[in-house]
T-cell receptor, first 109, second 116 residues
């Protein structure tokens, strides 16, 4: 079993749709959690941190459920520019960072 | 803004060649990382360094070595390139002093290496 698992997609959604991604992690000692965005042939960039209390940034909402060991990302009112791969990232103590393989999103006009 | 640069965007090498990939960050970050990214596998850590001249193996260090002679520079070396090392190589850095888990990583643009 992978330490961080994501549905690879692709998710194909029309503009304006709401889309949700989930990610599960296996190590209960995981300490911090993030969503990164990676555009085609580009490097990953931090989208947002994820907290148990939830974290909202404009159209994006991230949530952490420690009891069930999953992380979610909700994108409301999808834009064409949201098309990318979204990486779920888990930090352990002591420099260990685990990246999910990513979920691909295509937003269509 | 944090800037992480890598020496080449695209590189083509032959089997058996020695390959150097260089990474430079300008934010005085303590920690630097080398990953490779392959379809369906995500990013896998090759090596990281938490201080000058210090290095630690990641999950897939075989066939690679690293060098960190200066704080801002972290080099990845393929001693004898093989076709299964064809991949996207990404360098990253972060501040994360003392092994704390909260710092995000900043990535360079990547080097797409093809070994023929």
């Amino acid at each position: 079993r992978k330490e961080v698992e994501q549905d690879p997609g692709p998710f194909n959604v029309p503009e304006g749709a709401t889309v949700a991604f989930n990610c599960t992690y296996s190590n209960s000692a995981s300490q911090s959690f993030f969503w990164y965005r990676q555009d085609c042939r580009k490097e990953p960039k931090l989208l947002m941190s994820v907290y148990s209390s939830g974290n909202e940034d404009g159209r994006f909402t991230a949530q952490l459920n420690r009891a069930s060991q999953y992380i979610s990302l909700l994108i409301r009112d999808s834009k064409l520019s949201d098309s990318a791969t979204y990486l779920c990232v888990v930090n352990m103590k002591g420099f260990k960072t685990i990246f999910g393989a990513g979920t691909r999103l295509f937003v269509k006009a | 803004d944090v800037k992480v640069t890598q020496s080449s965007r695209y590189l083509v090498k032959r089997t058996g060649e020695k390959v150097f990939l260089e990474c430079v960050q300008d934010m005085d970050h303590e920690n630097m990382f080398w990953y490779r990214q392959d379809p369906g596998l995500g990013l896998r850590l090759i090596y990281f360094s938490y201080d000058v001249k210090m290095k630690e193996k990641g999950d897939i260090p075989e066939g690679y070595s690293v060098s960190r002679e200066k704080k801002e520079r972290f080099s990845l070396i393929l001693e004898s390139a093989s076709t299964n090392q064809t991949s996207m190589y990404l360098c990253a850095s972060n501040l994360m002093r003392g092994g704390g888990a909260t710092d995000t990583q900043y990535f360079g643009p990547g080097t797409r290496l093809t070994v023929l």
